[in-house]
């Protein structure tokens, strides 16, 4: 995409700007990275008021920054992108730093799957933040969009997307399956030596997939938390409870449940047995990793506001159809087992907080890795 006429000249990402130059701030996992409006201003040359009407704005409206800033005519989608790639690689600077090494782009293949369900407002700006972003984690991705019998223009707009993105494929569902079946549907098409899930409705950000990746290396999974979960209270309190109740029925427990922020490798996905057709398929997920020994780390991720669209996990439908599948996995929780090959077993350590009661009583040997705290 080409810039508009009216913005002015646009540096090279190879330019002069310093790193002392732009404000890093402490985000909720300790990783610096650069404002978004710090990097418009001093990249684009916006001005102070401009950044702060937008700001503003937010503020009193919500929405992206990067979207107001575009709706505004201040910077195009491409200046946005460019924003971003800085942003991606002000991350890869810094963990290079900590590691004392170049560890980015990791020489892999990835596939994110994104399912979406009504998504027309969110899935540009997902799309194009991912295929932006990814480039400088990883040597190859793909991009997954699992349009789950959406009513509006999501599939369409995610058509667009893959003219412009060769990494982008659409999935398609002619009726909608759930959030389960569209997270399953993802997965299996997946073709990357990783696969990760997140949700498309821009309250995840894959700045924090580095970490993610990292810890991938000495475990078999990675389930990111939210560090501050940015939801409604009703969603907070139904969100606990759920937590509590699966960890009840099934014995087993972990910090955030249904954090959409999940890596895991080829080898485990080819194993997963994906039947669940709500937000019950996190539950069903680590049933399976924990009762098939798997090591699991966690670490803390950012979630932000949904802005546009009406999240669909809390409908009454959806609701009753994540007991049902909670029922199921009940019954058949002792044959909820992920058998890798062999050669492929490790060494088994698991968090206490999801082994506990995983046998229907507390467990007292496991060894605490809350991977999140020593990274930080």
Request: net charge neutral.
């Amino acid at each position: 995409m080409n810039g508009d006429s009216g913005h002015r000249a646009w540096p090279s990402l190879g330019g002069n700007m310093s790193r002392e130059q732009v404000a890093y701030p402490t985000s909720a996992i300790n990783l610096k990275r650069p404002f978004f409006g710090q990097l418009a201003k001093l990249v684009a040359g916006l001005t102070d008021s401009q950044i702060e009407e937008c700001l503003t704005q937010q503020r009193d409206q919500g929405g992206r920054l990067g979207e107001i800033l575009r709706n505004r005519g201040l910077l195009n989608l491409e200046q946005i992108a460019h924003l971003l790639q800085i942003q991606a690689r002000a991350v890869v600077e810094e963990m290079a730093a900590r590691g004392g090494e170049s560890l980015f782009p990791r020489p892999t293949f990835l596939s994110l799957c994104l399912p979406a369900y009504n998504e027309q407002a969110n899935i540009e700006d997902t799309v194009t933040a991912a295929c932006t972003i990814l480039e400088e984690f990883v040597s190859r991705f793909e991009v997954i969009v699992v349009d789950d019998g959406s009513r509006d223009r999501t599939a369409e707009i995610v058509e667009e997307l893959a003219e412009r993105f060769p990494q982008v494929r659409l999935v398609k569902h002619e009726k909608n399956r759930g959030y389960g079946g569209a997270v399953a549907s993802g997965m299996r098409a997946a073709e990357g030596d990783l696969v990760a899930f997140m949700d498309s409705d821009g309250q995840f950000c894959l700045l924090d997939l580095p970490h993610l990746l990292v810890l991938q290396e000495d475990h078999d999974v990675v389930f990111g938390y939210r560090h501050r979960r940015a939801d409604s209270t009703r969603r907070l309190v139904m969100a606990w409870g759920w937590g509590r109740l699966v960890g009840w029925v099934l014995g087993v427990r972990i910090r955030d449940l249904d954090c959409a922020l999940k890596l895991f490798p080829r080898r485990v996905v080819n194993r997963l047995q994906l039947d669940s057709t709500s937000p019950a398929i996190n539950a069903e997920i680590l049933l399976q990793c924990v009762r098939g020994g798997l090591t699991i780390a966690q670490t803390p991720v950012n979630h932000y506001p949904r802005y546009h669209g009406v999240a669909a996990g809390c409908g009454t439908k959806m609701i009753l159809r994540a007991f049902k599948d909670l029922y199921r996995l009940w019954r058949f929780r002792r044959d909820a087992n992920l058998t890798l090959k062999e050669g492929d077993e490790e060494t088994v350590v698991l968090p206490e907080e999801i082994l506990a009661a995983s046998a229907g009583r507390p467990f007292a040997g496991a060894v605490q890795r809350e991977a999140g705290e020593t990274l930080c």
